[in-house]
């Protein structure tokens, strides 16, 4: 499964930004995708997961509210619609996919495959 990410830039405080992961290869495989973010000197983070099979999301308690993760029928391509963003939104952003299993965990250990990072960059 190879992953595609896009749609990070600049956006001021307040304003909105669409990101999309590309799924391609052996998606028949995937039970689930997430999105992830990495700020400079911290932790990865858990953002939010959707099923493959619409069966559910997972949203951090950090984004409630403003983030949604969405996939639309038929399609390879996950969406992480980002709004009312904050300096602290500011990361690069991953996605990653499950193959092992059903479910949207939050551990990123329990992903199986990474795309590259898109950096969203949110100004005050």
């Known amino acids: 499964v190879q992953l595609q990410a896009s749609g990070g830039g600049l956006v001021q405080a307040g304003g909105s930004l669409r990101l999309s992961c590309a799924a391609s290869g052996r998606t028949f495989s995937v039970y689930s995708v997430a999105w992830f973010r990495q700020a400079p000197g911290t932790e990865r983070e858990f953002v939010a997961a959707i099923s493959w099979s619409f069966a559910g999301t997972n949203v951090a308690d950090s984004v409630k509210g403003r983030f949604s993760i969405s996939r639309d029928s038929g399609e390879t391509t996950v969406y992480l619609q980002m709004n009312s963003l904050r300096p602290e939104d500011t990361a690069n952003y991953y996605c990653?996919?499950?193959?092992?299993?059903?479910?949207?965990?939050?551990?990123?250990?329990?992903?199986?495959?990474w795309g590259q990072g898109t950096l969203v960059t949110v100004s005050s």
């Open positions: 990653a996919a499950r193959t092992r299993g059903p479910g949207v965990p939050t551990g990123g250990a329990l992903y199986d495959y």
